[in-house]
C-alpha cells in the first residue's frame, strides 16, 4: 500500500515532445465512485489492476497489481463505459518525472501532465510547457473522462 501523491496540470505547449516516444495506454474502471475506483489497464505489454481510495486533497491510497495482459483484455471488455485511450510520454524535469498524457479518441485533443511526489507540500521546477493545474477539477480525472470525454464538454 502506497499514498499516491500527484498534481495534474493541462499542458500548454509542444516543447514537451522533445524525447523518446510514449507507451500506448488503454485503462477502463470497473468501479468508479467516490471513495473508490478499480482500473484494469494495458500500457503496452504489460498490465495491471490498481484500486485507489477516495480523494483527499492530492493524496489517495494506492493499491497497484501486475496480472497477466490477456486477463487484462477480459477485463477491459467488461468496462463500462468504454475505456480510456492515450500515449503516456515520460519527460525528466528539474529531478523530477513528469507523466505526459495524450489522450485519443473521444479524449482527443487534451493533454495532461501529471507529477508524483513524495510529500503534498513538496517544492518542484514548473517545465515552460506547463499550463494551467487542475489537479483539483475532477472532471480531468480519468475516470470521469471515461463517462464524460474531454470533446463533448461545453467548457
Given at each position: 500500500m502506497a499514498d499516491e501523491i500527484e498534481r495534474k496540470f493541462l499542458v500548454s505547449s509542444d516543447a514537451w515532445r522533445n524525447g523518446p516516444p510514449g507507451v500506448r495506454i488503454c485503462q477502463g474502471y470497473l468501479c468508479r465512485d467516490k471513495e473508490r475506483t478499480v482500473r484494469v489497464r494495458l500500457a503496452g505489454?504489460?498490465?495491471?489492476?490498481?484500486?485507489?481510495?477516495?480523494?483527499?486533497?492530492?493524496?489517495?491510497?494506492?493499491?497497484?497489481?501486475?496480472?497477466?495482459?490477456?486477463?487484462?483484455?477480459?477485463?477491459?471488455?467488461l468496462c463500462l463505459p468504454l475505456p480510456v485511450d492515450k500515449i503516456r510520454h515520460e519527460r525528466k524535469h528539474g529531478g523530477h518525472l513528469?507523466?505526459?498524457?495524450?489522450?485519443?479518441?473521444?479524449?482527443?485533443?487534451?493533454?495532461?501532465?501529471?507529477?508524483?511526489?513524495?510529500?503534498a507540500n513538496e517544492s518542484f521546477e514548473r517545465p515552460d510547457w506547463l499550463g494551467r493545474e487542475?489537479?483539483?477539477?475532477p472532471r480531468y480525472f480519468n475516470a470521469n473522462l471515461a463517462e464524460h470525454p474531454w470533446t463533448e464538454w461545453k467548457t
Open positions: 505489454e504489460k498490465a495491471f489492476l490498481t484500486i485507489k481510495g477516495a480523494t483527499s486533497g492530492i493524496s489517495r491510497k494506492e493499491f497497484e497489481y501486475a496480472i497477466p495482459p490477456e486477463e487484462a483484455q477480459a477485463l477491459l471488455d513528469w507523466e505526459v498524457d495524450e489522450f485519443l479518441g473521444p479524449n482527443a485533443g487534451l493533454i495532461v501532465a501529471e507529477i508524483e511526489l513524495s510529500d487542475v489537479s483539483d477539477e
